[in-house]
T-cell receptor, first 116, second 108 residues
Framework: GAGVSQSPSNKVTEKGKDVELRCDPI?????LYWYRQSLGQGLEFLIY????????KSGLPSDRFSAERTGGSVSTLTIQRTQQEDSAVYLC??????????????FGAGSRLTVL | QKEVEQNSGPLSVPEGAIASLNCTYS??????FFWYRQYSGKSPELIMF????GDKEDGRFTAQLNKASQYVSLLIRDSQPSDSATYLC????????FGQGTELSVKP
């Protein structure tokens, strides 16, 4: 696609429910990143993919968080048993280079998650 | 110590002045650095990146990198009210890590 597409743009859920956030990167971009941004805070690194592999999962806050990428394209971030502290904007970004971070990231518009 | 650190600000400058934004990083393996701008409620957008020691200029923006001091800066000349935003510094030696951002306010 022309840009990085994320869905849903807004998600309100109840504490304890599972949520899935989707990211469709720019066509041909091999690297895909997930970040979390809480209100008034910077970007917290969660995970990145090189193709379908995730060389670095160190940023995932807990085992309730998981992510996968299939076909070197779409990625899904899943949060199980959501907690109120999970409320944030989840940003996805992709880049063209095979080397992580070597090229410019293009960000999606984000998925705003609110856990009641 | 955070991997990438920025003064959170807010930094306030008058219109037409030079705004100076600073960033330090802890990973000496970091090879490239990026400055992103984020308007309130929007996603980050790239301003410029720098790989080599020294200065890199692009219009009103100049990025400076000093690998020995592990320091990156962004200068904005002739600041405009439209430059008011949060500026995010990011570095990479593998994964791209962002600082917490510096809020800039340019007063007319």
């Amino acid at each position: 696609g022309a840009g990085v597409s994320q869905s849903p743009s807004n998600k309100v859920t109840e504490k304890g429910k599972d949520v899935e956030l989707r990211c469709d990167p720019i066509s041909g971009h091999t690297a895909l990143y997930w970040y979390r941004q809480s209100l008034g805070q910077g970007l917290e690194f969660l995970i990145y993919f090189q193709g379908n592999s995730a060389p670095d999962k160190s940023g995932l806050p807990s085992d309730r968080f998981s992510a996968e990428r299939t076909g070197g394209s779409v990625s899904t971030l899943t949060i199980q048993r959501t907690q109120q502290e999970d409320s944030a904007v989840y940003l996805c970004a992709s880049s063209q280079s095979g080397r992580p971070g070597a090229n410019v990231l293009t960000f999606g518009a984000g998925s705003r998650l609110t856990v009641l | 110590q955070k991997e990438v650190e920025q003064n959170s600000g807010p930094l306030s400058v008058p219109e037409g002045a030079i705004a100076s934004l600073n960033c330090t990083y802890s990973d000496r393996g970091s090879q490239s650095f990026f400055w992103y701008r984020q308007y309130s409620g929007k996603s980050p957008e790239l301003i410029m990146f720098i790989y080599s020691n020294g200065d890199k200029e692009d219009g009103r923006f100049t990025a400076q990198l000093n690998k020995a001091s592990q320091y990156v800066s962004l200068l904005i000349r002739d600041s405009q009210p439209s430059d008011s935003a949060t500026y995010l510094c990011a570095g990479t030696g593998g994964k791209l890590i962002f600082g917490q951002g510096t809020e800039l306010s340019v007063k007319p």
